[in-house]
């Protein structure tokens, strides 16, 4: 079972460089989602979805897009990277409108913007 | 808003020790309660979570948490540490409203060191 596979899952950028952190999930899950991990800081919502052409911001949006075009797919765009950027990235998944709680995480993708 | 607390973000344990991993949350409904793991260069995993019913809950490999509303509390314990329990734990709470979904919000982690 691949579960929720992230790529990639180490990446150098120089400022002001775009990129896209891919994510998918094979669960058929509806809700889809995107943390930050920043030392001491816990994991930090950046933006999630809660089905196919519909998305939301979480608590630290700014600098960061996602799209959801499809149920298995839900890409995060940095549009031109700062260092504060620097990070852990996760992606999660999770059946819904069950709120249960239970995400189910990728593997992460570590980025550092230089 | 809703927010995590958990005291100390480094724990030193012997093994065979009880691990005790403190969580208070702060909202003004008593919201649904999670403890976390995330081993080295992996993702997280749940390991226990309360939502209704009974206040003390049994999670995976051993470990057991209590909700106290009283005291706005959701300890972790575990009677006896072992070797592979050395990870980072977090504590998360979301909103029981289901348009919330499962918006997470967590702790700002408490990492644990077993002795041998």
């Known amino acids: 079972n691949a579960g929720v596979t992230q790529t990639p899952k180490f990446q150098v950028l120089k400022t002001g460089q775009s990129m896209t952190l891919q994510c998918a999930q094979d669960?058929?899950?509806?809700?889809m989602s995107w943390y930050r991990q920043d030392p001491g800081m816990g994991l930090r919502l950046i933006h999630y979805s809660v089905g196919a052409g519909i998305t939301d911001q979480g608590e630290v949006p700014n600098g960061y897009n996602v799209s959801r075009s499809t149920t298995e797919d839900f890409p995060l765009r940095l549009l031109s990277a700062a260092p504060s950027q620097t990070s852990v990235y996760f992606c999660a998944s999770s059946r819904f409108p069950e709120n249960t709680g239970e995400l189910f995480f990728g593997e992460g993708s570590r980025l550092t913007v230089l | 808003a809703q927010s995590v607390t958990q005291l100390g973000s480094h724990v030193s344990v012997s093994e065979g020790a009880l691990v005790l991993l403190r969580c208070n949350y702060s909202?003004?409904?008593?919201?649904?309660l999670f403890w976390y793991v995330q081993y080295p260069n992996q993702g997280l995993q749940l390991l226990l979570k309360?939502?209704?019913?009974?206040?003390l809950v049994k999670g995976i490999n051993g470990f057991e948490a209590e909700f106290k509303k009283s005291e706005t509390s959701f300890h972790l314990t575990k009677p006896s540490a072992h070797m592979s329990d050395a990870a980072e734990y977090f504590c998360a709470v979301s909103d029981r409203a289901k348009a919330a979904g499962n918006k997470l919000t967590f702790g700002g982690g408490t990492r644990v060191l077993v002795k041998p």
């Open positions: 309360y939502t209704t019913g009974a206040t």
């Open positions: 669960m058929n899950h509806e809700y």
């Open positions: 909202s003004s409904v008593p919201p649904y």
